[in-house]
């Protein structure tokens, strides 16, 4: 079965720039919908923004003049990058599949990684 | 950006009970409307995609139904393992607003 697993820096310095992988097990990241999904602690999901196979991207408009999805296909993974960091980005990172119910249409997030906590903090 | 208001906040029910969860979109979203459980430090899990359709696996107790821009979640007889937090998500047009959370809790 489709098993997702985020990795990256557990914590990063105000200003500097978040940096994610999501490696997809047990599955093709092929026709499918990928997306990065938020929460800060103690509060509520915020979604990023999704990628598809062929590289085509979506942001939250509060986010997207910072972030960047990415996308290899070649490697199974999908990555997220956001820039200019505040305490305000701190929390934990979902990577997720966007195909609840449908196959490679865009849906709810049907499988999720187990999350990654990231703080920022000098 | 279509916003999503969800209600309400905190909700206190009993093992049996009937509870309903609200969200309304603030503009047409049609039918692309997902639920998720959320319990603590553990990621979401999807309950309800495309407003009632149950995810594979899913207890029969939880339902979705919608009403032009309002979209309800009911759990018809609520067992233990159902306190928790529920969120709404919109993805029409290819976004994907989150309601604020409904935590759901023992009477």
């Known amino acids: 079965q489709v098993q997702l697993q985020e990795s990256g820096p557990g914590l990063v310095k105000p200003s500097e720039t978040l940096s994610l992988t999501c490696t997809v097990s047990?599955?093709?990241?092929?026709?499918?919908?990928w997306t990065w999904i938020r929460q800060p602690p103690g509060r509520g999901l915020e979604w990023i923004g999704y990628i598809y196979h062929d590289g085509t991207t979506k942001y939250s408009p509060s986010l997207k003049s910072r972030v960047t999805i990415s996308i290899d296909t070649s490697k199974n993974q999908f990555s997220l990058r956001l820039t200019t960091v505040t305490t305000a980005d701190t929390g934990v990172y979902y990577c997720?599949?966007?195909?609840?119910?449908?196959?490679?249409?865009?849906?709810?997030?049907?499988?999720w990684g187990r999350g990654t906590m990231v703080t920022v903090s000098s | 950006d279509i916003q999503m208001t969800q209600s309400p906040s905190t909700l206190s029910a009993s093992v049996g009970d009937r509870v309903t969860i609200t969200c309304r979109a603030s503009q047409s979203i049609s039918n692309w409307l997902a639920w998720y459980q959320q319990k603590p430090g553990k990621a979401p899990k999807l309950l309800i995609y495309k407003a009632s359709s149950l995810e594979s696996g899913v207890p029969s107790r939880f339902s979705g139904s919608a009403s032009g821009t309002e979209f309800t979640l009911t759990i018809s007889s609520l067992q233990p393992d159902d306190f928790a937090t529920y969120y709404c998500q919109q993805y029409n047009v290819y976004s994907g607003t989150f309601g604020q959370g409904t935590k759901l809790d023992i009477k």
């Open positions: 047990g599955g093709s990241i092929r026709s499918q919908f």
């Open positions: 997720a599949r966007a195909g609840g119910g449908c196959g490679g249409c865009y849906s709810g997030a049907d499988i």
